[in-house]
Nanobody, 119 residues
Framework: QVQLVESGGGLVQAGGSLRLSCAAS????????MGWFRQAPGKEREFVGA????????HYADSVKGRFTISRDSAENTVYLQMNSLKAEDTAVYYC????????????WGQGTQVTVSS
């Protein structure tokens, strides 16, 4: 079992920055990748980006490319989502999720952290 706890959400002005953290605990050796998702009011959950735990390669949704950066601190079992140039449309609950090896889905989810961008 893997437990994920997000933190760092809050209220920020458009154009500002925010860094979210996701701390993993438990059987972290089973994590192949960590993803970030978000869900805005009235919308489906949306993929934001992901990072492979081994090697640290990343990929992002087109909507956040160039603005968001995912990184990880493997020693601390923590993944970060650095969000710059925030827009009002980035307002959402942000979730981190962990994908196990050989899994075709994200197996573990955090509780989410609210990000509100005011215009």
């Amino acid at each position: 079992q893997v437990q994920l706890v997000e933190s760092g959400g809050g209220l920020v002005q458009a154009g500002g920055s925010l860094r979210l953290s996701c701390a993993a605990s438990g059987r972290t050796f089973s994590i192949a990748a960590m993803g970030w998702f978000r869900q805005a009011p009235g919308k489906e959950r949306e993929f934001v980006g992901a990072i492979r735990w081994s090697g640290g390669s990343t990929h992002y949704a087109d909507s956040v490319k160039g603005r968001f950066t995912i990184s990880r601190d493997s020693a601390e079992n923590t993944v970060y989502l650095q969000m710059n140039s925030l827009k009002a449309e980035d307002t959402a609950v942000y979730y981190c999720a962990a994908e196990k090896y050989s899994s075709r889905r994200y197996d573990y989810w955090g509780q989410g952290t609210q990000v509100t961008v005011s215009s």
